[in-house]
């Protein structure tokens, strides 16, 4: 069987957005024009696109549409169209710039990606996830002469995906203009031979696009901190094209998720004269790490748990487009439950969202795919998997290879080649395409199959740590069927929840579906929703809490990944349409939690917490299960319009406090105890008719750049009081009235089919979110919310 230990003593870095002359980075992401018809003229310089739409980039256009029953990929891939679409860009080029070199670089286009350039057919991009770049640079036009890039981009196939895709170029692009001797980013890797205390190394690894004479090649390192304070510089002589130098550091700050310390680091080109020929700029994190099968997972020096989720590539109502302050929203959420770590799932993420990851501290481990050679679905990646994965699986590597969050590979998910001989080969190949290219950081894959014997991906034996998915029971016997390998829980709960909505609970956890015989629930709610007590679960999961106890409990496991960290796009399980999004996230596709947050934050973080569920707004008499997620005390006191209803506290199989409470209109109170005094309290109130809305921007926290800023207007509808309605809701509009925009909105609820480009949104369970842009950054924006009876203007600053 298995005889290793794996442990990394590394240094990695992220790309710096903007970079300095003589590289630059040219905005490329407005005044594109788009069609979704389909014709091979439309590739041609002269064609004239005046009639078609003006978009800019990133661009999802299945997110505009209203969600339907007809769409080929059904409400598994999000109950929206894909289809092919067409996208055009002219742009001028300065006489002046006439020896530049010219790359169009895409973050992300899906699907199947055909791109021309004054009519010059360039290439296909198959991998839909995976960044890609072309050498416009023999073929572009100066001076008077327009150049237009044009780009096919055919999503018709389906289904192609478990969940929602999206369409369209969906990521950033850029225009770069380089020098014509540069840097080539993806040959450039940065690692740390060793770190200790008070010595550590740097290792910088490039190469040019053409060789140079050791007159020419002079290269210059140089580490900063992030008050630009000067750690190292070293320049340095060297011919040909290939460059690599070690660095002799003293004590550096260490990255982690707790204090995500980063560098800066300048590679520079020179000349004899000692200009900056060309340049890269990186973000350098300094940590090491280690698996053990017996003790799991350690950063360094420290044992710490993995306190995962897994993450779709959508946004909730931005769909598949990317935009870094949506993203940041989702990360400072999860980072304020307590999570730790991201497991990217079942695709590379955008090259921003590691940025993201680097910044704010976060361990991620970063996924290939979801198939190999055997499908999943009709046309997915299967088709062109035999063909494309080791190119796409070196692109991949070599991209994200320089980011600190980045700690692990994964090859797969649940891949279908574990059950026979074939999974060993490919496995191999793959695992060893990794090493060589980055022998720094482990790699994985997520398994099902607990049985050596059966597994074929675990019998390759080139895996550096095993991920296992669910299979709570077989836990305590894996250490003993895969030997001398170290352990991860990659995917556990997939329990379901609709963020409001309280069934009575049951003895035992419900299974919906019940089994694999079943594809959607036989005994459901004729709303299309699930109970958000945590008590609800696919037949192949369990609840929240089984699944992080029964991970707590093991220290041979390194962590766990639980499914999902937000509700996404797709994948309904456990109804057919009208459902079109998923129920397994801890907050809803709108971004706002569910009750079993604070389950998480109150066992993740020290923050203060003490949540009560449900709402106080129930029949006269009615039985109500009253649960509460508290941390840092003994035990919870439960008042009743301040009658006591007795102490509870949890126990070592029960992550909450729980009475069952005969409702009467009033006050609910929960009160902490710790050393017999009351620390903390929290109280529930039966809500009368909505009369008003409050309005949070949630701006500051999100900010990135100003110029792709979104403002999320969380608007909760409130009685006279400012209690929250949970049973009142009504339809809000989103009423631009100066510089402002209205991207989408949102109320978190599965079934509801309006699109989630419109700017008006039923509350549900009394709220709702609005996503909105400034049109001038530094301006304020005002809009208008209104309802039936209720008109509220809400400044943007």
């Not at 021309?116 to 073929?139: A, R, V």
Request: proline share 4%; hydrophobic share 35%.
């Amino acid at each position: 069987m298995f005889n290793k230990l794996v442990s990394f003593l590394v240094l990695f870095v992220t790309a710096l957005p903007g970079i300095a002359q003589p590289r630059e980075a040219i905005d490329f992401n407005g005044g594109w024009s788009f069609t979704l018809e389909d014709d091979l003229q439309f590739r041609h310089a002269d064609f004239s696109a005046v009639n078609w739409k003006t978009v800019s980039l990133p661009h999802d256009w299945s997110i505009g549409f209203d969600f339907g029953e007809q769409y080929p990929a059904g409400n598994a891939g999000g109950a929206l169209p894909g289809g092919v679409g067409w996208y055009r860009k002219t742009f001028p080029l300065a006489e002046k710039d006439k020896g530049s070199h010219y790359t169009l670089h895409f973050g992300g286009v899906y699907r199947y990606a055909e791109v021309w350039i004054n009519g010059k057919y360039l290439g296909k991009n198959i991998n839909g996830y995976l960044s890609f770049e072309h050498d416009l640079t023999p073929y572009l036009r100066y001076g008077n002469e327009q150049n237009v890039v044009a780009v096919r981009v055919d999503n018709s196939l389906q289904p192609n995906s478990r969940w929602y895709t999206g369409s369209g170029i969906y990521r950033d692009v850029r225009l770069e203009k380089r020098s014509p001797i540069h840097l080539l980013r993806a040959e450039t890797f940065i690692t740390t031979p060793e770190v200790s205390a008070d010595k550590s190394t740097l290792r910088v690894q490039t190469v040019l696009n053409q060789a140079v004479s050791g007159k020419a090649g002079k290269l210059q390192l140089k580490l900063q901190d992030k008050n630009k304070k000067l750690i190292a510089e070293q320049t340095l002589a060297f011919s040909g094209s290939q460059f690599e130098e070690e660095i002799s550091l003293g004590t550096v700050a260490l990255w982690s998720p707790e204090r995500p310390t980063l560098y800066d680091l300048n590679i520079s080109l020179l000349d004899n004269n000692g200009k900056i020929i060309d340049e890269l700029n990186y973000q350098v994190g300094f940590r090491y790490f280690h698996f053990d099968e017996q003790k799991g997972f350690s950063l360094n020096g420290k044992p710490l748990k993995l306190r995962g989720v897994c993450l779709h590539h959508d946004l909730g109502a931005l769909g598949a487009v990317f935009n870094k302050s949506a993203a940041k929203r989702q990360l400072l959420i999860m980072k304020n439950m307590g999570v730790n770590a991201i497991r990217t799932a079942h695709n590379p993420p955008s090259e921003e969202f590691l940025d993201l990851c680097d910044e704010l501290g976060f361990l991620v481990q970063n996924e290939a795919y979801d198939m190999w050679a055997k499908r999943k679905n009709k046309f997915d990646y299967h088709l062109d998997f035999k063909e494309h994965h080791i190119d796409d699986l070196v692109r991949f590597v070599k991209r994200d290879r320089n980011h600190p969050s980045v700690f692990m590979w994964s090859i797969g998910n649940e891949i279908r080649e574990q059950f026979d001989s074939t999974g060993i080969a490919f496995t191999k190949n793959m695992t060893e395409v990794v090493k060589k290219l980055d022998p720094t950081r482990p790699v994985t894959a997520a398994l099902t199959e607990t049985n050596y014997e059966k597994n074929f991906i675990a019998q390759a034996q080139a895996l550096d740590v095993l991920g296992f998915n669910y299979k709570y029971f077989d836990y305590d016997r894996l250490p003993t069927e895969f030997k001398g390998v170290p352990l991860i829980a990659s995917e556990t709960t997939s329990a379901l929840q609709t963020r409001g909505v309280y069934d009575s609970v049951h003895d035992t956890i419900q299974l919906w579906p019940a089994s694999s015989q079943d594809k959607f629930v036989t005994n459901g709610n004729s709303d299309f929703t699930v109970s958000a007590y945590d008590n609800v679960a696919a037949y192949w999961g369990t609840s929240h809490e089984r699944a992080w106890l029964e991970v707590k409990k093991r220290d041979f496991l390194g962590g766990i990944f639980v499914w999902t960290g937000f509700d996404y796009l797709g994948e309904p399980v456990p109804y057919p349409y009208p459902a079109r999004s998923s129920y397994y996230g801890i907050v809803d596709l709108a971004g706002l939690p569910k009750d079993v947050y604070y389950m998480y934050q109150s066992e993740w973080t020290d923050t203060e917490v003490l949540h009560l569920l449900p709402h106080w707004n129930w029949k006269e008499g009615e039985s109500v299960d009253v649960w509460c997620y508290y941390n840092n005390a003994d035990e919870v006191e439960l008042f009743l319009n301040g009658r006591s209803l007795g102490k509870r506290s949890k126990t070592d199989d029960q992550l909450h406090a729980a009475w069952n409470v005969l409702f009467e209109a009033g006050e609910l109170k929960a009160v902490k105890i710790k050393d017999g005094k009351a620390v903390q309290e929290v109280v529930k109130k039966t809500a009368g008719k909505p009369v008003d809305v409050i309005v949070d921007t949630e701006h500051d926290r999100y900010a990135v750049d100003g110029l792709t800023d979104l403002h999320f207007l969380t608007v909760s509808l409130v009685d006279e009081h400012g209690t929250i309605v949970p049973d009142s809701d009504m339809e809000l509009s989103f009423i631009p009235q100066e510089n402002v925009t209205v991207i989408g909105t949102d109320n978190g609820y599965q079934a509801d089919l309006s699109s989630l480009s419109t700017p008006k949104r039923n509350t549900y369970k009394g709220l709702a979110v609005g996503i909105i842009k400034k049109q001038e950054i530094n301006n304020v924006g005002k809009i208008l919310i209104k309802t039936n009876i209720i008109e509220k203007e809400v400044i943007i600053k």
